[in-house]
Structure formats: C-alpha cells, structure tokens
Nanobody, 124 residues
Framework: DVQLVESGGGSVQAGGSLTLSCATS????????MAWFRQAPGKEREGVAA???????TYADSVKGRFTISKDSVENILHLQMNNLKPEDTAMYYC???????????????????WGQGTQVTVS
C-alpha cells in the first residue's frame, strides 16, 4: 500500500504565501500522477492542481497564476507553492496519487486511488 502525508498547512493573512508538501511511503513504483484537492466547509471537494512531472501539469482556473505544483520524482514528494492567498482558498487540502500515465494526470478526483489525511489552510 501507498501512504500519503500532507504537511505545511496553517493560518496566513490574505496576500501571503504558504507551501504544502506531500510525502509518500510504502510501495510507490509506477505512481506517476500526483495532485492536490481541497474541500471547504459546506462545499464539495475540488481539484486544485495535478502533475505527472514536467510538462504534464494542470491547474484549476481559480488558482492559475497563483499556485505552483511540483514533484520530486526521485523521492516522490509533492509540493504546492501558494502565493497571493485569498480567503476563498481556505479549505482542507488533500494530496492524492495514482498509477496513471503522466499525460493522463488531471484534477478529476475519480482518477486517484490513494489519498492523504489532509492539512488545513486558513486565510483571513
């Protein structure tokens, strides 16, 4: 089994920056797709960004130009650099992974098999 553990969440002021990380453990051979999802209170979970490694990356329209997803393919550590944070970015952020091909990595939650426990991001 593959385990995903998110970290880096916290409380920041609007306009600030925060970086989330997702570490993997267990067997992860052939796991090319990793992504970030988020869920705010009273809302459905939504895709934020996904990557299979350069150049296979995609972002939700709401975060384009502000968030950057990156993956350390050697250690299988996923990062999400979040800049110019807004109150509407407040949510529980989840890391997800799958064994899909890099060019198939997207922000559809149905494409992911493994999930982390989440890390809270609060923007005021």
């Amino acid at each position: 089994d593959v385990q995903l553990v998110e970290s880096g969440g916290g409380s920041v002021q609007a306009g600030g920056s925060l970086t989330l990380s997702c570490a993997t453990s267990g067997k992860s051979y052939g796991m090319y797709c990793m992504a970030w999802f988020r869920q705010a209170p009273g809302k459905e979970r939504e895709g934020v960004a996904a990557t299979g490694g350069t150049p296979y990356t995609t972002y939700a329209d709401s975060v384009k130009g502000r968030f950057t997803i990156s993956k350390d393919s050697v250690e299988n550590i996923l990062h999400l650099q979040m800049n110019n944070l807004k109150p509407e970015d407040t949510a529980m952020y989840y890391c997800a992974a799958s064994w899909s091909a890099p060019w198939e990595c997207g922000t559809n939650e149905n494409g992911y098999k493994f999930w982390g426990q989440g890390t809270q991001v609060t923007v005021s």
